[in-house]
């Protein structure tokens, strides 16, 4: 499945040949959903790198018969869907990182109510470099550092270690109101949205993917599923982890295992609460539990682990039962 998002992008599933209807079953003693029964609409946007998961679950979920929900998935980053999510414009927050205090403080302002959060999927975020780059097979938290800290001046692969060639370093990221761009700098710089401003910074990663492979000292990180994609033109680089000094690969195993550290993440849906009290939000959302392993792979996402799932699921309970008491 290509990604085709942009900054403000934004991607319509409705009314896809369903091959046949049937009914959403959750796992245990949860709540049950006709899938082709279901009417409405759901409004979701947020993290870019979040957006194609939620995209697959919505085709999946039209195919397995609620082709009559019209799900519209825009993306404008972690950051800019919480402030329509939070302006009560959406039904469902895409986010790669948790919610913020200011942010919370805003939706309380704006009287947008109660939310949940939902965490559906992981995230191993990938540096990636041009195919032409031989040489940064593995690169350390403290090279990262260096390369990406604020006010760095490191303007070539021989400044990052002496041993690289004299090549231009080129560098491309995400924006400033991407959750990714959040996550990483504090991540590798030790603080959220410290870094180097001197980049190309887009919230659309198939632009980024677009500079690193047209430059043969770029370098880049995004998500994973975005790496996956465009393995063809571009190389990933491993990350020596901090604690074992093992240079370990991005990946479905290493991070489950704990050892792609520290740039494995979870990643989230936020509910609004009056929007989580629809029918059609529930049993989306529950479809996307019910069907996880298949959305991540269709995505080309790091699944949940069993206790992950798991107590999502149970997340999912309770929000169901809080949301029928009224």
């Known amino acids: 499945m290509k990604h085709v998002f942009g900054r ?23 709540p049950t959903y006709n899938l082709g029964s279901l009417k409405g609409s759901i409004t979701v ?37 919480f402030e329509r999510f939070c302006r009560g414009e959406t039904d469902l927050s895409n986010a790669s990182r948790p919610m913020r205090n200011k942010e919370a403080q805003l939706c309380k302002d704006n009287s947008v109510g109660s939310w949940r959060a939902f965490t559906v999927a992981n995230d191993a975020l990938t540096v990636v470099v041009n195919q032409q780059n031989t040489w940064a097979t593995c690169l350390s938290v403290a090279e990262l550092k260096k390369i990406w800290e604020p006010g760095s001046k490191v303007s ?26 959040e996550y990483f700098t504090e991540a590798v710089n030790g603080k959220a949205r410290a870094s180097r401003s001197d980049y190309q910074a887009s919230e659309d990663d198939n632009v980024l993917v677009q500079g690193v492979s047209g430059e043969r000292g770029g370098l880049g ?25 093992q240079c370990v690969a991005p990946g479905v195993s290493t991070v489950h295992s704990g050892a792609y550290k520290p740039l494995s993440r979870p990643l989230f849906i936020y509910a609004k609460g009056s929007s989580f009290a629809k029918t059609e939000v529930q049993a989306f959302i529950d479809y996307v539990f019910d069907n996880e392993v298949a959305i ?31």
């Open 45 to 81: 946007d947020g993290s870019s790198t979040v957006g194609p998961y939620a995209q697959a679950g919505a085709e999946l979920f039209s195919r397995a018969g609620a082709k009559d929900v019209k799900i519209t998935i825009g993306i404008s980053g972690t950051g800019g869907g």
């Open 221 to 245: 990180y995004f998500g994973h599923s975005y790496y996956t994609e465009n393995q063809s033109r571009l190389n990933a680089v491993q990350v020596r982890n901090p604690k074992t000094d």
């Open 296 to 326: 991540a792979k269709r995505a080309r996402f790091v699944p949940l682990t069993k206790v992950q799932l798991k107590r999502a699921r149970t997340n999912f309970t309770l929000a169901v039962k809080a949301a029928r008491r009224g």
């Open 156 to 181: 070539s692969w021989k400044d990052v270690r002496s041993s690289f060639p004299d090549v231009p370093l080129k560098l491309f990221g995400p924006g400033t109101d991407s959750g990714t761009f």
């Open 8 to 30: 403000r992008g934004a991607i319509t599933v409705a009314g896809l040949v369903a091959s046949l209807a049937v009914v959403s079953v959750a796992t245990g003693a949860g």
